[in-house]
């Protein structure tokens, strides 16, 4: 027996089907309700909306819980790593031993670019923010692999998948090379995944660069730490773009756009600016004091969450390993995380943001570990970027599989101007 909810208007009444979640809010069914009973919901930034049933992650934002495939972060930071994870977000379970093997082959043997995409690097001015480069090279992708760009078919929907999770962090090293003016640095066969980026990042032609361990771990921990959420702001961008039936590359290149926003993947480089600016914790009051100000547009960025009203797990992860990491390089007692920890403390002692349940966000702790890495804060965000292909992908195969879904195109409540005649110029 179908539960439901009964809604009258009008005069009239339905009964909307209930769908159980495994997890989560159960949702009510609305698709009739407009035939049925000739209004929309109103709902701006989906703040009340499931927009898909999903399979792939689960936040319970009260708890401060992440679930990928139903395996809590913290346990998958700890003990997975991150191409190990793009196979559970990917394909549902966790690989065995050979099909792990072959995954990261597969991955592997797809990391070169197209050599003539070089070029479509040298059209940016060097001074161009590496995710304008991102964006630009991402959309280009669908101009040079045509033969992975029919999303009616899955061997080239596969094929699409890992052509993007293997390339993004050679499209990100390189673009970072770029704006830096050193040559373009070669994926290695020899690497794991983040080490190899870390290589195209910071080896140059004229030296061996052996990456560090501690640093490698750290990487992949924080590609690990972004690599899917439900369905935030650019995931639903993708799977939109995805429903018009656009390939696989224009998808994610809409996804990387999205993300470039400072209320989403931007707030690490925002943040760790933020953090520069205050520069001491005595100036941390001050701060906070613009924060809580309605008519000062400043927000503390890498503080509060749509989903989230506890603490986000990927922040208690990643300030842990900034903790660890800046120890190990013997840079505990670096000011910026000094400022950040005090900010936390502070702000999470003031009514303001208990009130409304304002926690540090996955973006709070993650650029004070790039910095010290040596990333340029405008490196943030494409790492944020590489690091959530995988999910922008296992999200966009889900909805193209999904066979309840059909091309997104949401609807509006008009308040604009009730329908008048044309009056011609003399009668105005
Ligand atoms: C990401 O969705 C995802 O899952 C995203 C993400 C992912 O992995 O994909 O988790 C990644 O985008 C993390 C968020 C990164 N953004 C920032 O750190 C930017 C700073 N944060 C805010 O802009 C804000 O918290 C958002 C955008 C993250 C969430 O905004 P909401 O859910 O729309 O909340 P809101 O704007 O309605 O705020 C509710 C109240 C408001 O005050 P009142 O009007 O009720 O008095 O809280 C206040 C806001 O002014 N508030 C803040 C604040 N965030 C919210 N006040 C000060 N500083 C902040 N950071």
Request: with cysteine.
């Amino acid at each position: 027996m179908t539960e439901t909810a009964t809604l009258s208007y009008n005069g009239k009444t339905v009964e909307l089907p209930v769908r159980h979640s495994v997890h989560g809010p159960d949702v009510v069914d609305i698709r009739k309700l407009y035939a049925e009973l000739d209004v929309f919901t109103y709902d701006p930034g989906f703040t009340s909306t499931a927009s898909c049933s999903s399979t792939i992650t689960f936040i319970d934002g009260d708890k401060g819980e992440l679930l990928y495939r139903g395996y809590p972060i913290d346990q998958l930071a700890e003990k997975s790593h991150y191409l190990e994870i793009c196979y559970l977000l990917l394909y549902g379970e966790l690989p065995t031993a050979t099909q792990l093997e072959d995954f990261e082959n597969r991955i592997t043997r797809h990391t070169m670019l197209h050599e003539q995409m070089q070029y479509f690097f040298r059209g940016f001015r060097r001074d161009a923010h590496p995710m304008a480069i991102v964006c630009g090279v991402v959309g280009a992708m669908s101009a040079f692999y045509h033969d992975s760009t029919d999303i009616g078919d899955p061997w080239q929907r596969e094929v699409a998948s890992i052509r993007m999770i293997a390339k993004l962090p050679t499209i990100c090293a390189w673009a970072y090379k770029y704006s830096i003016g050193q040559p373009f640095i070669y994926p290695r066969n020899d690497l794991d995944y983040a080490s190899n980026f870390l290589h195209m990042c910071f080896a140059i032609p004229c030296e061996e660069y052996t990456v560090d361990p501690i640093l490698a771990r750290a990487m992949d921990r924080i590609m690990t730490l972004h690599a899917d959420h439900e369905q935030n702001a650019s995931t639903s961008t993708v799977r939109l773009a995805g429903s018009s039936e656009a390939n696989p590359f224009a998808c994610i290149a809409a996804g990387v756009a999205c993300l470039w926003g400072p209320a989403h993947g931007g707030a690490n480089q925002a943040c760790l600016e933020m953090l520069r600016e205050i520069g001491t914790p005595d100036r941390i009051p001050e701060f906070i004091a613009r924060a809580k100000d309605k008519d000062d547009p400043f927000r503390l960025m890498g503080f509060g969450h749509r989903v989230y009203k506890n603490f986000d797990p990927r922040a208690k992860v990643m300030k842990d390993s900034a903790d660890e990491v800046l120890g190990l390089l013997g840079i505990e007692n670096n000011p910026t995380l000094q400022v950040a920890k005090e900010l936390e403390k502070i702000a999470l002692e003031d009514e303001y943001f208990i009130a409304r349940k304002l926690y540090p966000n996955v973006d709070f702790y993650s650029g004070i570990i790039l910095d010290a890495m040596g990333f340029p804060t405008s490196m943030f965000t494409p790492i944020f970027a590489l690091s959530r292909t995988v999910g922008w992908i296992a999200q966009w195969k889900e909805m193209i599989e999904d066979k309840e879904q059909k091309i997104g195109r949401p609807r509006q409540s008009y308040i604009g101007a009730a329908r008048r005649d044309y009056t011609d110029v003399e009668a105005r």
